[in-house]
């Protein structure tokens, strides 16, 4: 399925990888720092460090971005979905600045904007390489039924009469 | 997590090779993850058709998938091999970085996706955005 534009759904898919690795790394990381270091040498440690909250809600964090990631890979150009998460750190640092009122350096702005110009760059262009082969061999193994005009146009002609009920 | 052994102390070759693996797994990852679920298909049709356990099947049922986890795994551990040896500051903004490039030039090669000029430059200006936001 090969789509010029993506849905508004599959937006909402590459909203979800932009913005759940980057909080989770920072959940995670803000988990850590606040327990006292882990010694290799008491793995227990490391477990029960697991099932702190912020830990927690980290890893829950993790698994959307993973589940929404394979989910936009498999419609979406890999060149087309990194970026995408790279946007992720541009959220993050807009949501240090204005939560955590955490300054921005001029270095940090340059990042920002590189960032949201590549971002603007790929997302002008088409989501997947449409390879015309593939393309069909896969639309008819997911609609075996559309093999020709004629057979297409009878299932719509029930459809059109139920219609005027 | 030790990242106070400054740069300097690991001679250049070796911060080189370090942060080669870290983006030599992960970009191995991302590719063969990336074809995996090419050739598992549209996840949300899969996920329409057979429900969310159907999806989750077809994914944990493809060898391609666990090679590209497989990779993830080993980039992941080499980031932290490369954390005990170098700071922080160096290490996540060069491999964040430089895996973009390395997956465009990947996914030219061995996905053969359309990596037309817009790419390319997108590519590039988020490698040195994620550098200077990271650093």
Redesign the interface.
Known sequence: MAHERLLPRQYLILLMVAICAPLGDTCLSRGMTSLPAISLTHPATLIAAVFTPWIAFGIALLIGFFASYLTALSWADLTYVLPATAFGNVIVAFLARFWLREPISLERWAGIVLITLGVSFVAQGPSLTVRPAIERSATERLAPEKESFGKIAEPAVPVAQEQPR | MTISTPASATGLWAATAMIAAVVLCSTAG??L??AA??S??????IRARSGLRGAIRA?LTCPLFFAGVSFLALAFFSLLFALNHLNLSLVAPAS?SLT?VT??IA??IF??????R??W??????C????????
Do not use: P, Q
């Open positions: 991302e590719v993850t990336a679920m090419k598992i298909g549209d996840l949300d049709a994914v964040a973009l997956n465009a996914g030219k996905l053969k996706e359309n990596v037309d817009r790419r430059t997108a590519a590039v200006l988020v040195i955005g994620v550098y200077l936001l990271a650093h």
